[in-house]
């Protein structure tokens, strides 16, 4: 049965999930809290114009494209996230030691990226010949947890680092070609009374990475995802799914 009329304002999960080579749709991941969804849609068309009766009246219409955009806004952060916004992999990191990472001359206040986050046991030598140990507080600063060291005293010759540490992740941006997804939606409308149950699907996409990631804000911070559906040939044909997307409006009322 078909959903009676409503006033709505959805609310729901979204996720995305890879779509494979030959079309069929692997598991979709949520992406966590998500302030939009947006199905825009467009179509170009070519008009004619009659000549015959002196008013150059509209004749005919040729649809020249139509097209699909979908608008995603996370609100949240992991690395599945910031990879899907910055066209980025995740590289997983496993426990390890290092015995003599080479570390700049510095000078006070200047901050050095050790290779590898999770940091402990840190030993940090340096002066002549290389083995006259630093003294944390002293000489340097060390935030474990990110593996950022900050001099507290001159560095003429440059330092060697000696740490272990634990398993982490890493996501390099601009580093994965584009892959295409299927989304789905699954809501409910929240309009008071309203029983109405949508879900939606959106068969083939791509998403180009996300033009801003606000790593300092004054406020809560967003993604913007915005990409384009392609038609997907696997499906164009089925009635039960259309070329593009599909949308199931339910009573949750009725059986």
Same mark, same amino acid.
């Given at each position: 049965?078909?959903?009676?009329?409503?006033?709505?304002?959805?609310?729901?999960?979204?996720?995305?999930?890879?779509?494979?080579?030959?079309?069929?749709?692997?598991?979709?991941?949520?992406?966590?809290?998500?302030?939009?969804?947006?199905?825009?849609?467009?179509?170009?068309?070519?008009?004619?114009?009659? $000549?015959? $009766?002196?008013?150059?009246? !509209?004749?005919?219409?040729?649809?020249?494209?139509?097209?699909? $955009?979908?608008? +995603?806004? &996370?609100?949240?952060?992991?690395?599945?996230?910031?990879? +899907?916004?910055?066209?980025?992999?995740?590289?997983?990191?496993?426990?390890?030691?290092?015995?003599?990472?080479?570390?700049?001359?510095?000078?006070?206040? %200047?901050?050095?990226?050790?290779?590898?986050?999770?940091?402990?046991?840190?030993?940090?030598?340096?002066?002549?010949?290389?083995?006259?140990? &630093?003294?944390?507080?002293?000489?340097?600063?060390?935030?474990?947890?990110?593996?950022?060291?900050?001099?507290?005293?001159?560095?003429?010759?440059?330092?060697?680092?000696?740490?272990?540490?634990?398993?982490?992740?890493?996501?390099?941006? &601009?580093?994965?070609?584009?892959?295409?997804?299927?989304?789905?939606?699954?809501?409910?409308?929240?309009? %008071?009374?309203?029983?109405?149950?949508?879900?939606?699907?959106?068969?083939?996409?791509?998403?180009?990475?996300?033009?801003? !990631?606000? +790593?300092?804000?004054?406020?809560?911070?967003?993604?913007?995802?915005?990409?384009?559906?392609?038609?997907?040939?696997?499906?164009?044909?089925?009635?039960?799914?259309?070329?593009?997307?599909?949308?199931?409006?339910?009573?949750?009322?009725?059986?």
């Amino acid at each position: 049965m078909s959903l009676n009329p409503e006033y709505f304002s959805m609310q729901g999960r979204v996720a995305l999930g890879l779509r494979n080579a030959d079309g069929s749709r692997g598991p979709a991941r949520w992406v966590y809290d998500s302030s939009a969804l947006e199905w825009n849609f467009s179509q170009d068309q070519d008009e004619q114009n009659e $000549s015959w $009766s002196g008013a150059r009246g !509209l004749a005919a219409t040729l649809t020249t494209k139509e097209s699909l $955009s979908v608008k +995603l806004t &996370l609100q949240q952060l992991n690395d599945d996230n910031a990879a +899907l916004a910055s066209a980025g992999t995740v590289v997983q990191v496993t426990t390890g030691t290092v015995t003599a990472e080479p570390l700049p001359i510095g000078k006070v206040g %200047d901050m050095i990226a050790l290779e590898y986050a999770k940091v402990s046991d840190v030993e940090l030598t340096g002066g002549a010949g290389g083995t006259t140990p &630093l003294v944390e507080d002293t000489d340097y600063t060390l935030n474990a947890a990110t593996g950022v060291i900050t001099y507290l005293t001159a560095q003429a010759t440059a330092p060697h680092a000696a740490y272990t540490y634990a398993a982490h992740s890493i996501i390099t941006a &601009l580093s994965q070609r584009s892959q295409e997804f299927w989304v789905l939606f699954d809501g409910e409308n929240t309009v %008071d009374g309203a029983t109405g149950l949508c879900r939606g699907e959106v068969h083939r996409i791509s998403f180009p990475p996300a033009s801003t !990631l606000a +790593l300092i804000n004054s406020s809560f911070a967003t993604l913007e995802l915005t990409g384009k559906a392609r038609v997907d040939p696997v499906r164009i044909n089925n009635s039960r799914y259309g070329g593009y997307a599909r949308l199931m409006l339910i009573d949750a009322t009725e059986d």
